[in-house]
């Protein structure tokens, strides 16, 4: 059977045409690039995939949401289809595993629990995962190491406040802030300074939690906003004739401010 015969081009929506094109990349008269792909050499494009994702999350891009989660997908099925043909797991098994866990840590969906509301559900959540694990690891063992570092910081403190481990309000770690700016103020050293920038950055990450903030999220917004506006002050030079480079400070912050009003 030839590839195009394999594939029913009228059944795309179908789970079983997605196992099968995928197969077909990875077999013997498939694409001499899936063919090549490995775990390790899909690990950037997992990666790009899941920031793309989140793009269209956070501009509210329903279209571009449904492509990207295909993509994302399409990662997801390339490792399954990797490991199946090197016999390390199957698609089964990854399947039987994210069922049984989804239905162990739902016990008052599935177990006939009760749960008052989200929260006591992520405290429940929390405590059966570290009911998985072995006695002696750690409460932060399950926290991804290749995680950005503004989001391991944030996870971290999260996992150490799920067991009392936390500032009693979010204003006790206000303060908290305050005193590592003016720890950061009087360091002499470039170590002591960069010591002190990161307990600042730490700091910040446990204020965004308490004020429930996704701090990676809230971050790229914020870097989005800056890349808007300066990129206004760009093209308002460019059609008033004026080097940027000529400009003051002071005359750029009035264009600055206009940008603001234009695009908010």
């Not at 629990?113 to 002696?136: C, H, I, R, S």
């Not at 503004?150 to 303060?175: E, N």
């Amino acid at each position: 059977m030839s590839n195009k015969e394999r594939i029913d081009r009228d059944k795309l929506e179908k789970f079983e045409t997605f196992q099968a094109v995928i197969e077909t990349l990875r077999g013997p008269a498939g694409c001499p690039w899936d063919k090549k792909q490995t775990h390790d050499s899909l690990k950037q494009y997992l990666v790009e995939e899941c920031y793309e994702l989140l793009e269209t999350i956070e501009e509210n891009d329903m279209p571009g949401l449904c492509e990207e989660l295909g993509d994302l997908w399409l990662q997801i099925m390339l490792h399954a289809q990797i490991a199946n043909e090197n016999k390390e797991f199957t698609l089964g098994e990854v399947l039987q595993k994210i069922n049984s866990k989804l239905i162990y840590r739902h016990p008052h969906v599935f177990g006939g629990k009760t749960a008052k509301d989200a929260d006591e559900v992520a405290l429940k959540w929390e405590e059966l995962k570290e009911q998985e694990k072995p006695g002696n690891s750690s409460l932060l063992a399950g926290v991804p190491r290749n995680l950005p570092a503004l989001a391991y910081s944030q996870s971290i403190q999260g996992r150490a406040a799920g067991v009392g481990f936390d500032w009693p309000s979010v204003d006790d770690i206000m303060d908290k802030l305050r005193e590592e700016i003016a720890e950061l103020r009087r360091a002499d050293s470039h170590e002591e300074k960069v010591r002190e920038f990161g307990d600042i950055l730490f700091t910040l990450a446990n204020i965004a939690r308490r004020l429930d903030i996704e701090l990676e999220s809230a971050l790229r917004q914020a870097n989005a906003r800056f890349s808007r506006r300066f990129n206004y002050i760009e093209e308002t030079c460019r059609e008033r004739g004026i080097e940027i480079k000529s400009l003051r400070l002071a005359e750029m912050d009035v264009l600055w401010d206009e940008a603001k009003k234009a695009l908010e």
